[in-house]
């Protein structure tokens, strides 16, 4: 009996491509953050994946503290007008956290797998 030989391979690799946690080929998501029913390479159930509110919690922390203080270094720097202002805030506020979503839920629900975490239950 031959059983299939997986490596361990880096949450943080596979999270960021989007790729399944045991084989690093198949895909995670099926859109833009609808995860697939299992992947398409080795055939690994995605339904322990939950990454609930974390990843967009962890990327608009990012983005607000990345976004508000460029704002403001930008305005005590250079004092622009409001509509440069505006140039930058719309891409940093609107654009980033769209960017960095999908990567960092695909990080959570890899780093999820690789340990092995799963919903708590009580004990009777």
Not at 27 to 55: M, R
């Given at each position: 009996?031959?059983?299939?030989?997986?490596?361990?391979?880096?949450?943080?690799?596979?999270?960021?491509?989007?790729?399944?946690?045991?084989?690093?080929?198949?895909?995670?998501?099926?859109?833009?953050?609808?995860?697939?029913?299992?992947?398409?390479?080795?055939?690994?159930?995605?339904?322990?994946?939950?990454?609930?509110?974390?990843?967009a919690w962890f990327v608009l922390l990012f983005v607000c503290v990345f976004g508000v203080?460029?704002?403001?270094?930008?305005e005590v720097a250079y004092s622009p007008p409001f509509w440069v202002h505006v140039l930058i805030a719309i891409p940093v506020l609107i654009i980033l956290p769209m960017v960095l979503l999908r990567p960092v839920k695909g990080m959570f629900l890899c780093q999820q797998w690789k340990m092995g975490a799963r919903e708590g239950r009580q004990e009777k």
């Open positions: 009996m031959t059983e299939n030989f997986y490596p361990d391979i880096s949450p943080f690799k596979t999270g960021l491509a989007g790729k399944c946690p045991r084989c690093g080929r198949g895909k995670l998501f099926n859109g833009y953050l609808t995860v697939a029913k299992s992947c398409t390479n080795c055939g690994l159930s995605f339904s322990f994946a939950d990454a609930g509110d974390g990843a203080g460029s704002i403001l270094g930008i």
